[in-house]
């Protein structure tokens, strides 16, 4: 009982501890000089509209351009630029209207900020993290970064996001130039594969997902193959979807990611005891496609112009971290289930209806936000 007790507890905790996170991904590119840094922004609409209905955008809804200008005073709040851990006052030097005025284009802000031969530049941004999306499911606005210096290049590729900032540090001072070559391709695999461990445990939607597939399956290499699949059909859209060859509204996947997690978890409300493997292997698979294009319609957009090389070392390091955050979350399921198993082999079923019951509700609550 004490087992069943502690499974049931574990399953509240990832419902409500855990937060789930839609995406509206931009990017960044910045131009530094002897004298000034200047951040060209290439932001979503998608983002403008939510800090201005939702957050502290500061303008009329109903006015377009209004929002184009109050979000520019936004960036300068959550978008930080510090220049030997000084923070540097910024301004907004430009706005170009996007030429898609929907929520799938794109806006540009150039911010400049004085900086005088520093030896090191820190960027750092909270954008959006203030926003809730639906219950315990914040926004998440990751920005895909450029360094140049004069006109050259040095830094190809780097992930920006609330919890990652962008380090460049120079030789002596910007004059001289910088002390690192261009960044290579293992940097930005590597920051990509954090980024993919962090959008799996740190949001509730594929965690909940994937618990609900697993939480009837004995046995480590069932749960390993289950979880592999759902990851390769998550990689799949989101090559498709940064290819440019699949495209599908937030306003439609988000709800399809919700309705997932409800159907994943009704699976173990019937014959707990004898889960069947093929058809979580279907539902893992099919709805892994949609999970996918959760993170792919922003990731393409934003890396536009990014070589092709970049793009592929971008998918690998994030579709791996994807699959490490997989085994986080239900490797100690998998050990709880197996404590119930061992001591109260009778309870299973209950264990498991439990489970399910707790994680289709989570799954509706989340549903019913996106839908509002």
């Known amino acids: 009982m004490k087992s069943l007790c502690f499974c049931f507890c574990f399953f509240i905790f990832i419902c409500f501890a855990a937060h789930a996170h839609p995406v509206a991904q931009g990017s960044l590119d910045l131009h530094l000089t002897a004298d000034a840094a200047a951040a060209t922004l290439r932001i979503s609409n998608e983002q403008v509209f939510v800090a201005a209905t939702l ?50 284009g794109f806006t540009t802000y150039v911010l400049r900020f004085p900086v005088k031969s520093p030896a090191q530049i820190e960027v750092r941004q909270d954008l959006l993290t203030e926003i809730l999306f639906a219950p315990g499911n914040p926004w998440e606005a990751p920005l895909i970064a450029r360094v140049w210096h004069d006109e050259r290049p040095v830094v190809e590729g780097a992930l920006l996001t609330a919890k990652q900032p962008l380090l460049v540090p120079l030789a002596q001072g910007i004059a001289a130039g910088f002390a690192q070559p261009p960044a ?50 998550h990689t799949i859209t989101i090559t ?25 978890a009704a699976l173990n409300l019937f014959k707990p005891g004898q889960p069947l493997l093929t058809a979580r292997l279907g539902v893992a698979f099919g709805f892994g496609l949609f999970h996918g294009l959760g993170f792919a319609g922003g990731l393409s957009a934003a890396m536009e112009g990014f070589p092709a090389t970049t793009l592929a070392t971008a998918i690998a390091g994030f579709s791996v971290g994807v699959e490490i955050g997989h085994q986080l979350v239900v490797l100690p399921l998998l050990g709880a289930m197996a404590l119930v198993r061992h001591w109260v082999p009778a309870r299973i079923p209950i264990a498991v209806r439990t489970g399910g019951v707790a994680i289709c509700a989570a799954g509706a609550w989340l549903l019913a936000g996106t839908l509002r």
């Open 55 to 104: 957050g502290e955008g500061g303008a009329d809804a109903q006015d377009f351009d209004a929002m184009l200008t109050a979000h520019g005073a936004y960036l300068l709040r959550h978008f930080t630029l510090l220049a030997d851990g000084t923070a540097a006052p910024g301004e907004v030097r430009e706005v170009r209207p996007p030429v898609d005025r929907s929520v799938n």
């Open 184 to 233: 290579d391709h293992w940097r930005l695999a590597w920051d990509f594969f954090r980024h993919g461990i962090e959008h799996i445990t740190g949001g509730w939607d594929h965690a909940l997902f994937v618990a609900a597939l697993v939480l009837a399956l004995p046995g480590f290499w069932r749960v390993l193959a289950l979880v592999s699949v759902f990851t390769f059909a």
């Open 240 to 264: 498709l979807g940064v290819l440019g060859l699949v495209h599908v509204r937030p306003s439609v996947v988000e709800p399809l990611i919700a309705a997932s997690i409800v159907v994943a």
